[in-house]
């Protein structure tokens, strides 16, 4: 299968712990994009990568928040000393067509206790 | 920020009847795409369209694109408990760099 994958499925994390999640994009595909969703929404934009330059990132991204794609194929989203909002699913999408049709990984869920 | 306001929110029906979701927004944006979303998985894509008044079908699905691609719709016709899901449309800003969510629609089929 080459979609894209993403690791962990699942994180149990304590408030004010740090977590990492990785996301491997369709590997011919340049752009890749993270957004989070909570539970009956649509998904929040939150940065956007093309190839390793992080070009977009949103308002909602808080400095706790950083994203890296360094050689322009995986990427990691960080949250820093997580807080009880941060729970929700984190997903990854890459595109590379003209009309940004994006394929999204399963996610990553995060609770925060 | 959602830019893209969809409606019904919920949507409860029985087998065989059919029904339409709409995406509206004051925004336009360069094309648009439906997204169908089951629970603990990410969205798959269904279909993108990108010129005005367009229309497509796939099955037993029709999306048709407003003529100033600022909206959208997506009818199903004799839906099935299979459809059952959370029906997702999507916009691009004209540089690629945003994409923007609407709200989505929950959909159950009752067999």
């Known amino acids: 299968d080459t979609g894209v994958s993403q690791d962990p499925r699942h994180k149990i994390t304590k408030r004010g712990q740090n977590v990492t999640f990785r996301c491997d994009p369709i590997s011919e595909h340049n752009r890749l994009y993270w957004y989070r969703q909570t539970l009956g929404q649509g998904p929040e934009f939150l940065t956007y990568f093309q190839n390793e330059a992080q070009l977009e990132k949103s308002r909602l991204l808080s400095d706790r928040f950083s994203a890296e794609r360094p050689k322009g194929s995986f990427s990691t989203l960080e949250i820093q000393r997580t807080e009880q909002g941060d729970s929700a699913m984190y997903l990854c999408?890459?595109?590379?067509?003209?009309?940004?049709?994006?394929?999204f990984g399963p996610g990553t869920r995060l609770t925060v206790l | 920020t959602q830019l893209l306001e969809q409606s019904p929110q919920f949507l409860s029906i029985q087998e065989g009847e059919n029904l339409t979701v709409y995406c509206n927004s004051s925004?336009?944006?360069?094309?648009l795409q439906w997204y169908r979303q089951e629970p603990g998985e990410g969205p798959v894509l269904l279909v993108t369209?990108?010129?005005?008044?367009e229309v497509k079908k796939l099955k037993r699905l029709t999306f048709q694109f407003g003529d100033a691609r600022k909206d959208s719709s997506l009818h199903i016709t004799a839906a099935q408990p299979g459809d059952t899901g959370l029906y997702l449309c999507?916009?691009?800003?004209?540089?690629?760099?945003?994409?923007?969510f609407g709200t989505g629609t929950s959909l159950t089929v009752i067999p």
């Open positions: 925004s336009v944006f360069s094309s």
């Open positions: 999507a916009g691009s800003s004209d540089t690629g760099n945003q994409f923007y």
């Open positions: 369209v990108v010129t005005g008044g």
């Open positions: 999408a890459s595109s590379l067509r003209r009309y940004n049709e994006q394929f």
